[in-house]
């Protein structure tokens, strides 16, 4: 058993081997691959750090593009279901194309940092973090590639500091609020974050999960736990069945000012798509984007549906934008087999197509 491993899904995971263990479901060393799963395979090194935030490098066996790739996640989970495993890794993905990654990591916030919101996360650590990759690179630029919130985050980055932008990739990025449909849209609708914010000071990450894990109750608490039960022969599946649990219970606690924000200026009151945020003095407006856009959408997105990250093409002044929509959900674009197999490829071919080659080396 992973000594690093959270004790609340160590816990959970021996309760379900002992469930399966007594109804005969499989046998224990069988099970024993709930505890043997590992997550963030990929090397890297810390280039930077910042209060509890670490920058980290990513090497490619070779360099064949010019201007780095810098990955922004969310503020709420791990950023490790970027390199879940081996063969479903976006950041092995992107490393094998030759792309030198440096992937942003927040940590989780102390009592110290309640007070934190949009402008230091996105004016002072995200802006603090792309020189620190520009000053390691041969480019004043990035490519900058944000998932779910982190793809807000990194739209608002863009619009306030587009000339360190080379291009802008976004996966399941929320982004319209606006009857899309999707379950933050109705779970923003009668949330009121101020009074968790002031309750807890920083809104704890088991509060959030649970909370998301109630917004599908049977798929969620039920469902899945059945097919684990079906499948308890295959190893590799019960090994990604870990990983996921693991992912989705290791969740950060979330800076109560940033969280108060989000929900109200993105989620409740549609701001971002409106150009009506304001950080460090001046309006961020997407309408102002005129770099290159990729957007990544889950057409089973339930959480972010296509609908509230589609019309952000249409608001762009960029001439250059495309969308992929992919058969798969919110975190299947970034773990399924298919997706690594079909969508991946095609975006490091976008990425490619916008970046200057490294003039090939005689052998």
Excluded at 62 to 84: G, S, T
Excluded at 166 to 185: C, K, N
Excluded at 217 to 246: G, H, I, S, W
Aim: proline share 6%.
């Amino acid at each position: 058993m992973r000594d690093d491993m959270p004790a609340h899904l160590r816990r959970r995971l021996v309760h379900l081997a002992a469930r399966a263990i007594e109804q005969g479901a499989g046998p224990p060393d069988r099970l024993a691959a709930l505890f043997r799963a590992d997550v963030g395979h990929t090397d890297s090194e810390v280039v930077y750090e910042e209060n509890k935030l670490e920058l980290r490098r990513y090497e490619p066996p070779e360099k064949r593009h010019e201007a780095p790739i810098c990955l922004v996640y969310a503020l709420v989970n791990r950023p490790y279901i970027l390199d879940l495993q081996p063969d479903r890794s976006v950041i092995g993905q992107l490393l094998a194309d030759g792309f030198e990654v440096y992937l942003v990591d927040w940590g989780e916030p102390s009592g110290l940092d309640t007070s934190l919101g949009l402008e230091d996360y996105i004016c002072r650590y995200l802006d603090n973090c792309i020189s620190a990759v520009t000053d390691r690179s041969t480019t004043e630029d990035v490519h900058l590639l944000g998932y779910c919130m982190g793809g807000s985050l990194a739209l608002m980055y863009t619009a306030r500091f587009q000339q360190r932008v080379r291009t802008l990739s976004l996966m399941a990025t929320p982004i319209v609020f606006d009857d899309t449909g999707g379950l933050l849209e109705r779970w923003a609708r009668f949330y009121d974050p101020e009074t968790v914010a002031k309750t807890y000071g920083n809104v704890p990450a088991e509060l959030l999960a649970a909370q998301f894990a109630m917004m599908e109750p049977v798929e969620n608490l039920l469902t899945k736990y059945v097919r684990f039960f079906e499948r308890l022969d295959d190893e590799a599946f019960v090994e990604m069945f870990a990983r996921m649990e693991r992912w989705t219970w290791d969740g950060v606690d979330v800076a109560g000012r940033v969280f108060t924000q989000f929900v109200d200026d993105v989620y409740r009151n549609n701001d971002l798509i409106d150009g009506q945020i304001t950080l460090a003095g001046e309006r961020v407006d997407p309408a102002d984007v005129e770099v290159p856009l990729l957007q990544i959408v889950g057409e089973y997105d339930h959480i972010v549906p296509p609908a509230s990250s589609k019309p952000l093409n249409e608001v762009v002044g960029s001439e250059d934008e495309r969308l992929i929509s992919f058969s798969a959900g919110h975190i299947g674009i970034s773990v399924s087999e298919r997706a690594h197999e079909q969508l991946w490829p095609e975006v490091c071919s976008w990425l490619a197509q916008r970046d200057v080659s490294q003039p090939e080396t005689g052998g």
